[in-house]
Protein backbone atom coordinates (compact mmCIF):
# COMPACT_ATOMS: atom_id res chain seq x y z
CA UNK A 1 0.00 0.00 0.00
CA UNK A 2 2.68 2.49 1.08
CA UNK A 3 4.70 2.03 -2.69
CA UNK A 4 0.96 1.91 -4.30
CA UNK A 5 0.88 5.71 -2.75
CA UNK A 6 4.16 6.65 -3.20
CA UNK A 7 3.51 5.72 -7.33
CA UNK A 8 0.73 7.76 -6.91
CA UNK A 9 2.17 11.03 -5.34
CA UNK A 10 4.98 10.74 -8.12
CA UNK A 11 2.50 10.60 -10.91
CA UNK A 12 0.44 13.36 -9.28
CA UNK A 13 3.52 15.58 -9.11
CA UNK A 14 4.80 14.90 -12.46
CA UNK A 15 0.77 15.63 -13.50
CA UNK A 16 1.11 19.00 -11.65
CA UNK A 17 5.04 20.06 -13.43
CA UNK A 18 3.19 18.41 -16.79
CA UNK A 19 0.45 21.66 -16.21
CA UNK A 20 2.51 24.28 -14.96
CA UNK A 21 5.08 24.04 -18.20
CA UNK A 22 1.96 24.18 -20.17
CA UNK A 23 1.97 27.53 -22.36
CA UNK A 24 -2.12 27.32 -22.92
CA UNK A 25 -2.23 26.67 -19.12
CA UNK A 26 -0.17 29.36 -17.89
CA UNK A 27 -1.96 33.04 -16.85
CA UNK A 28 0.55 35.49 -16.86
CA UNK A 29 0.11 39.14 -15.27
CA UNK A 30 -0.68 42.22 -16.51
CA UNK A 31 3.20 43.11 -15.74
CA UNK A 32 4.22 39.81 -17.52
CA UNK A 33 2.41 40.46 -20.59
CA UNK A 34 3.22 44.36 -20.87
CA UNK A 35 7.18 43.46 -20.26
CA UNK A 36 6.98 40.54 -22.82
CA UNK A 37 5.44 43.35 -25.22
CA UNK A 38 8.34 45.92 -24.91
CA UNK A 39 10.45 43.29 -25.53
CA UNK A 40 9.57 42.23 -28.35
CA UNK A 41 8.23 45.91 -29.95
CA UNK A 42 12.21 46.64 -28.82
CA UNK A 43 13.38 42.96 -31.02
CA UNK A 44 11.28 43.95 -34.39
CA UNK A 45 12.07 47.49 -34.65
CA UNK A 46 15.72 46.46 -33.81
CA UNK A 47 15.05 44.66 -36.41
CA UNK A 48 13.79 47.03 -39.14
CA UNK A 49 15.63 48.94 -41.62
CA UNK A 50 12.97 50.44 -43.40
CA UNK A 51 9.52 50.12 -45.68
CA UNK A 52 7.45 51.07 -48.12
CA UNK A 53 3.69 50.51 -48.50
CA UNK A 54 1.13 52.28 -49.57
CA UNK A 55 -2.33 53.72 -47.69
CA UNK A 56 -6.34 54.88 -48.48
CA UNK A 57 -7.91 57.64 -46.64
CA UNK A 58 -11.42 57.20 -46.81
CA UNK A 59 -13.31 60.42 -44.76
CA UNK A 60 -17.39 60.75 -44.67
CA UNK A 61 -19.41 63.16 -43.18
CA UNK A 62 -23.22 61.78 -43.82
CA UNK A 63 -25.03 65.10 -42.60
CA UNK A 64 -23.98 67.22 -45.13
CA UNK A 65 -23.60 64.09 -47.86
CA UNK A 66 -19.50 65.45 -48.30
CA UNK A 67 -17.20 62.01 -48.75
CA UNK A 68 -13.08 62.16 -49.79
CA UNK A 69 -10.54 60.25 -50.61
CA UNK A 70 -6.97 59.90 -50.80
CA UNK A 71 -4.16 57.47 -51.92
CA UNK A 72 -0.79 58.13 -50.10
CA UNK A 73 2.39 56.31 -50.12
CA UNK A 74 4.40 55.89 -47.41
CA UNK A 75 8.18 55.64 -46.54
CA UNK A 76 9.71 55.05 -43.37
CA UNK A 77 12.86 54.42 -41.73
CA UNK A 78 13.39 53.90 -37.66
CA UNK A 79 12.47 55.51 -35.67
CA UNK A 80 11.96 59.63 -36.79
CA UNK A 81 11.98 59.46 -40.77
CA UNK A 82 8.87 58.90 -42.56
CA UNK A 83 7.54 60.20 -45.27
CA UNK A 84 3.91 60.56 -46.72
CA UNK A 85 3.39 61.07 -50.60
CA UNK A 86 -0.29 61.98 -51.69
CA UNK A 87 -0.22 59.89 -54.73
CA UNK A 88 -3.85 60.72 -55.98
CA UNK A 89 -6.70 62.34 -54.07
CA UNK A 90 -10.63 63.17 -54.79
CA UNK A 91 -14.22 64.18 -53.53
CA UNK A 92 -14.84 67.22 -50.89
CA UNK A 93 -11.69 69.51 -50.92
CA UNK A 94 -13.09 70.70 -47.21
CA UNK A 95 -12.66 67.28 -45.93
CA UNK A 96 -9.41 66.50 -47.78
CA UNK A 97 -7.90 69.63 -46.20
CA UNK A 98 -9.66 69.75 -42.73
CA UNK A 99 -9.56 66.08 -41.73
CA UNK A 100 -7.26 63.97 -44.05
CA UNK A 101 -4.31 66.58 -44.45
CA UNK A 102 -4.27 67.44 -40.32
CA UNK A 103 -4.29 63.41 -40.16
CA UNK A 104 -1.15 63.78 -42.11
CA UNK A 105 0.13 66.41 -40.13
CA UNK A 106 -0.36 64.70 -37.09
CA UNK A 107 0.99 61.35 -38.26
CA UNK A 108 4.40 63.11 -38.76
CA UNK A 109 4.12 64.99 -35.97
CA UNK A 110 3.89 62.40 -33.39
CA UNK A 111 7.49 61.14 -34.95
CA UNK A 112 9.00 63.81 -33.34
CA UNK A 113 11.45 63.20 -30.63
CA UNK A 114 9.13 65.37 -28.24
CA UNK A 115 5.99 63.19 -29.14
CA UNK A 116 7.54 59.93 -29.81
CA UNK A 117 7.59 58.39 -26.63
CA UNK A 118 4.24 58.92 -26.65
CA UNK A 119 2.91 56.98 -29.07
CA UNK A 120 4.35 53.53 -27.16
CA UNK A 121 2.39 50.74 -25.37
CA UNK A 122 4.73 51.10 -22.44
CA UNK A 123 4.28 51.33 -18.34
CA UNK A 124 5.90 54.65 -18.26
CA UNK A 125 2.54 56.09 -20.24
CA UNK A 126 0.16 53.56 -18.91
CA UNK A 127 -1.41 51.33 -16.17
CA UNK A 128 -2.84 48.28 -17.25
CA UNK A 129 -4.99 45.45 -15.99
CA UNK A 130 -5.68 41.99 -17.78
CA UNK A 131 -9.47 41.48 -18.33
CA UNK A 132 -8.96 38.39 -20.12
CA UNK A 133 -8.33 36.33 -23.21
CA UNK A 134 -9.85 35.53 -26.68
CA UNK A 135 -9.57 35.28 -30.11
CA UNK A 136 -8.63 38.34 -32.29
CA UNK A 137 -8.80 38.07 -36.22
CA UNK A 138 -7.71 34.64 -35.66
CA UNK A 139 -5.18 35.03 -33.04
CA UNK A 140 -5.42 33.90 -29.36
CA UNK A 141 -4.75 36.93 -27.39
CA UNK A 142 -4.47 37.91 -24.61
CA UNK A 143 -6.79 41.45 -23.12
CA UNK A 144 -5.76 44.16 -21.61
CA UNK A 145 -7.44 47.56 -20.36
CA UNK A 146 -4.79 50.40 -20.67
CA UNK A 147 -6.10 53.78 -18.73
CA UNK A 148 -2.92 56.64 -19.73
CA UNK A 149 -1.52 58.22 -16.99
CA UNK A 150 -1.72 61.48 -18.29
CA UNK A 151 -3.92 63.23 -20.85
CA UNK A 152 -1.30 64.15 -23.34
CA UNK A 153 -2.44 63.80 -27.38
CA UNK A 154 -0.97 60.87 -28.29
CA UNK A 155 -2.27 59.08 -25.38
CA UNK A 156 -5.42 56.14 -25.77
CA UNK A 157 -7.52 54.87 -23.35
CA UNK A 158 -8.91 51.57 -23.98
CA UNK A 159 -8.17 48.11 -24.83
CA UNK A 160 -5.44 46.15 -26.46
CA UNK A 161 -5.64 42.62 -27.48
CA UNK A 162 -1.55 41.13 -27.56
CA UNK A 163 -1.24 37.95 -29.38
CA UNK A 164 -0.19 35.30 -26.67
CA UNK A 165 2.77 33.94 -28.83
CA UNK A 166 4.33 37.06 -30.66
CA UNK A 167 3.47 39.43 -27.81
CA UNK A 168 2.72 41.83 -30.24
CA UNK A 169 -0.28 44.18 -30.49
CA UNK A 170 -3.38 42.64 -32.90
CA UNK A 171 -5.66 44.92 -32.38
CA UNK A 172 -6.78 48.15 -30.19
CA UNK A 173 -9.62 50.07 -29.34
CA UNK A 174 -10.45 53.13 -27.80
CA UNK A 175 -10.60 56.79 -27.63
CA UNK A 176 -8.08 59.76 -27.24
CA UNK A 177 -6.62 60.30 -23.90
CA UNK A 178 -7.44 64.03 -24.76
CA UNK A 179 -10.19 65.18 -26.61
CA UNK A 180 -8.60 66.82 -30.38
CA UNK A 181 -10.80 70.18 -29.57
CA UNK A 182 -13.72 71.40 -28.34
CA UNK A 183 -15.55 71.23 -31.10
CA UNK A 184 -15.27 66.82 -30.59
CA UNK A 185 -17.97 65.65 -28.63
CA UNK A 186 -16.53 62.05 -28.94
CA UNK A 187 -13.89 59.61 -30.90
CA UNK A 188 -13.65 55.75 -31.04
CA UNK A 189 -11.33 54.06 -33.26
CA UNK A 190 -10.64 50.34 -34.02
CA UNK A 191 -6.50 49.78 -35.47
CA UNK A 192 -6.09 46.42 -36.41
CA UNK A 193 -2.39 44.89 -37.45
CA UNK A 194 -0.84 42.19 -39.49
CA UNK A 195 2.13 40.13 -39.28
CA UNK A 196 4.26 40.41 -42.49
CA UNK A 197 7.41 37.99 -41.95
CA UNK A 198 8.54 38.91 -38.21
CA UNK A 199 7.05 42.18 -38.21
CA UNK A 200 3.41 43.62 -36.68
CA UNK A 201 2.14 46.60 -38.93
CA UNK A 202 -0.92 48.27 -39.24
CA UNK A 203 -3.47 46.86 -41.47
CA UNK A 204 -6.25 49.13 -41.40
CA UNK A 205 -8.05 51.99 -38.72
CA UNK A 206 -11.50 52.90 -38.23
CA UNK A 207 -12.61 55.81 -36.32
CA UNK A 208 -16.36 57.62 -35.74
CA UNK A 209 -16.59 60.58 -34.37
CA UNK A 210 -19.03 63.00 -32.86
CA UNK A 211 -18.16 66.71 -34.03
CA UNK A 212 -20.54 69.97 -32.60
CA UNK A 213 -22.78 71.17 -35.75
CA UNK A 214 -20.84 68.94 -38.36
CA UNK A 215 -22.66 65.44 -36.51
CA UNK A 216 -21.30 62.05 -37.14
CA UNK A 217 -17.92 61.54 -39.11
CA UNK A 218 -15.99 58.34 -40.08
CA UNK A 219 -13.03 57.90 -41.24
CA UNK A 220 -10.97 54.74 -42.68
CA UNK A 221 -7.59 53.70 -43.91
CA UNK A 222 -6.74 50.49 -45.26
CA UNK A 223 -2.88 49.94 -45.87
CA UNK A 224 -1.21 47.56 -48.53
CA UNK A 225 1.29 46.05 -50.48
CA UNK A 226 4.13 46.70 -47.81
CA UNK A 227 7.40 46.29 -49.38
CA UNK A 228 10.00 45.54 -46.04
CA UNK A 229 13.36 45.92 -46.09
CA UNK A 230 15.04 43.90 -42.20
CA UNK A 231 18.27 44.95 -41.00
CA UNK A 232 19.33 41.18 -41.43
CA UNK A 233 18.31 37.44 -41.92
CA UNK A 234 16.74 36.53 -38.40
CA UNK A 235 13.85 35.12 -37.15
CA UNK A 236 12.64 37.38 -33.75
CA UNK A 237 10.65 35.05 -31.73
CA UNK A 238 9.34 35.18 -27.89
CA UNK A 239 11.26 34.64 -24.97
CA UNK A 240 9.82 32.80 -22.07
Not at 24 to 36: C, G, I, S
Request: net charge positive.
Amino acid sequence: MKRICAVACVLGTIACLGRAADPVAFTPTADEVVRRLVEMDKRRASALAHYVSERRYFAENRKFAKHAEVDVQESYVPPDQKELKIVSESGSTVIRRRVIDKLIEAELDAIRDDNRDQTHITPENYTFHLSGSEKSDGYSCFILDVIPRSAKKYLMRGQIWVNKNDFAIVRMEGSPAKTPSIWTRRVRFVRRYEKHGEFWLPASLESESEIFIAGKSTLKIEYSDYRIEPREPRVVSASR
